[in-house]
C-alpha cells in the first residue's frame, strides 16, 4: 500500500521524493536483517509468544504513526513496522514443525502462500482507496484493527507449545544462547550489503563494501567458536540442498521484481497509462497464483518439489520471453495475458521452495532457516531495483523494457538449468 502513499507523503511534508523513497529502502533493509533474527527467537522463546509481540508492535506503530512530525520518525515507523511484520513467516514454519512434524505440511503452506499472493495482489488497489478516500494516514490506521484480530486468534488458535522443554534459566545464561554478538555482526553485515545495493543505482556507498566485509569475518569467526551460533554456518556449509533453495529463491524473486515494478513504470511512463490502469494490468502477476495454488498442491503430493520447481522455472522463462516481444504498439489485453504467464509460477515456484527448505531445514534451526529464506527473498527484490535504475538509466522506454526482458530470460534460464541438475 506504501507504494500509494508515497506521492501524498511528500506533498504532505514537503520533501523530495527522493527522501520519501527512504519509507520503502528503509523497510527493506529492516526486513532483510529481522527475518533471521525473529526466527532465532521464534525457535527460542516459542512461536506463538514471538508472534503476538510483533503484532503488537506493528499495531502501537501503525496507531501512532500518522502523528509523525516530519518525514524521519515516519520512516522510523517503517523500519519498525518491518520488525515487527518479520515475524510472521518464521512463526508460522516453526509452529508448522511443531504441531505437524512428519512432514512439509503443504496444505497449510497453500494457505499461507494463498494468503501472501492475495495481499500482494489486491494490496495496492486496496491502498489506492485508502488514500484516495481518508488520506495517506489510513493506510497505516487500517492496520490497527486487522492486527488487534490477529492477537486474538493467535492466542485462541496457536498452540503455546515452548520449543524446547527445558527447566527455567538465568537470564545470562538466556542472554548467551540468544548470541548476541552474533546478531549484532549479521546486522551489520546484511544492513551493509543490502545499504550498498538500495544506494547502488543513484550515488553508490561504497563504504557500506568494506563495513560488510568486516562484519561478515566478525559473524564467521564468531559463529565458528560459539557453541551456541546464531547462524550455525558449519550446519549451512553442508547443507547444499538449503543453500541452493535459498539462491534459487534469490534469483526468482529477481525476475518476478522485475516484472512487478518494472512493467508499471514502463506503461505509466512510456505508454502514458494511468497509474489505476497500470495497477490492473500487472494484476495478475501476484494474483493468478492464488488459483493455481490447490493445483500445485495436488502436485506436490503426486510428484515431488523438483518436478514442481523445474515446472515453475520453465513457465517463468516463457514468460519472460514473451515480454522481449512487448513494445509501445503491444495491446493491453496482450500485455494482461502477459502479465498471467508471469504470475503463474509463482504458484509453483513459492510453494516448491517453502516446502524444498522445510525438508531441507534442521528442526531445531526452522526458525532461522525460514528468516534466511525471507531474507534471500528480500535481496532478490532489492537486486531487481537495483537492474531497473539501470537499464531506465536514460528513460523510461522500449529499449529499456527489451534491457529489462533480457535479464529475466538469463536468470530464468540459469534457474531452469539448475533445477534440472540434482542437489544432493
Known amino acids: 500500500m506504501i507504494a500509494l502513499a508515497l506521492v501524498p507523503i511528500e506533498r504532505h511534508y514537503g520533501t523530495g521524493m527522493a527522501t520519501a523513497t527512504w519509507l520503502v529502502s528503509a523497510f527493506y533493509l529492516a526486513a532483510t536483517v529481522s527475518m533471521p533474527v525473529m526466527g532465532r527467537l521464534a525457535d527460542r522463546f516459542g512461536a506463538r509468544r514471538v508472534f503476538v509481540c510483533g503484532l503488537v508492535l506493528v499495531c502501537l506503530t501503525s496507531a501512532f504513526a500518522p502523528l509523525a512530525p516530519n518525514i524521519w520518525w515516519l520512516v522510523a515507523a517503517r523500519v519498525l513496522l518491518a520488525v515487527g511484520t518479520s515475524v510472521a513467516f518464521p512463526s508460522a514454519m516453526a509452529v508448522f514443525r511443531s504441531a505437524l512434524p512428519a512432514g512439509p505440511p503443504q496444505t497449510a503452506m497453500a494457505m499461507v502462500a ?41 492466542l485462541l488458535l496457536l498452540p503455546p507449545v515452548a520449543p524446547r522443554a527445558q527447566p527455567r534459566r538465568r537470564s545470562s545464561t538466556v542472554l548467551a544462547e540468544l548470541d548476541l554478538p552474533g546478531i549484532g555482526a ?47 554456518l558449519r550446519m549451512l556449509g553442508a547443507n547444499r540442498r538449503l543453500l541452493s533453495v535459498f539462491a534459487r529463491n534469490t534469483a526468482i524473486n529477481v525476475v518476478f521484481y522485475l516484472g512487478f515494478l518494472g512493467i508499471p513504470q514502463w506503461l505509466q511512463s512510456a505508454r502514458e497509462v494511468s497509474a489505476g490502469l497500470a495497477g490492473m494490468v500487472v494484476l495478475p502477476i501476484a ?100 537492474i531497473l535504475g539501470v537499464v531506465f538509466a536514460h528513460g523510461i522506454t522500449d529499449a529499456g523494457l527489451k534491457a529489462m526482458a533480457c535479464v529475466m530470460v538469463a536468470v530464468s534460464a540459469i534457474v531452469v538449468a539448475t533445477g534440472l541438475r540434482r542437489t544432493p
Open 114 to 154: 494463498t494468503v501472501n499472493s492475495a495481499s500482494a495482489a489486491f494490496g495496492p488497489v486496496l491502498g489506492g482507496i485508502l488514500v484516495q478516500v481518508w488520506g495517506w494516514q489510513a493506510i497505516w490506521l487500517v492496520n490497527v484493527p486487522v492486527t488487534t484480530l490477529g492477537v486474538v486468534l493467535a
Open 186 to 232: 549479521f546486522i551489520l553485515a546484511m544492513g551493509g550489503m543490502v545499504g550498498f545495493l538500495l544506494s547502488a543505482s543513484d550515488e553508490p556507498r561504497w563504504l557500506l563494501l568494506p563495513l560488510a566485509a568486516v562484519a561478515a569475518a566478525a559473524l564467521l569467526l564468531r559463529e565458528l567458536r560459539t557453541a551456541t551460533p546464531f547462524l550455525d
Open 287 to 386: 494474483g493468478i497464483s492464488v488459483f493455481a495454488l490447490p493445483l500445485v498442491t495436488r502436485l506436490l503430493r503426486r510428484f515431488d518439489e523438483r518436478f514442481v520447481l523445474i515446472t515453475g522455472g520453465l513457465l517463468l522463462l516463457c514468460g519472460s520471453a514473451g515480454l522481449l516481444l512487448a513494445d509501445g504498439s503491444t495491446p493491453l489485453w496482450a500485455l494482461i495475458l502477459l502479465t498471467a504467464l508471469l504470475g503463474l509460477p509463482n504458484a509453483f515456484n513459492n510453494l516448491g521452495l517453502q516446502s524444498s527448505m522445510y525438508r531441507a531445514a534442521p528442526g531445531d534451526h526452522i526458525g532461522v532457516a525460514s528468516g534466511l529464506f525471507q531474507t534471500f527473498r528480500f535481496i532478490g527484490s532489492i537486486t531487481a531495483s537495483v
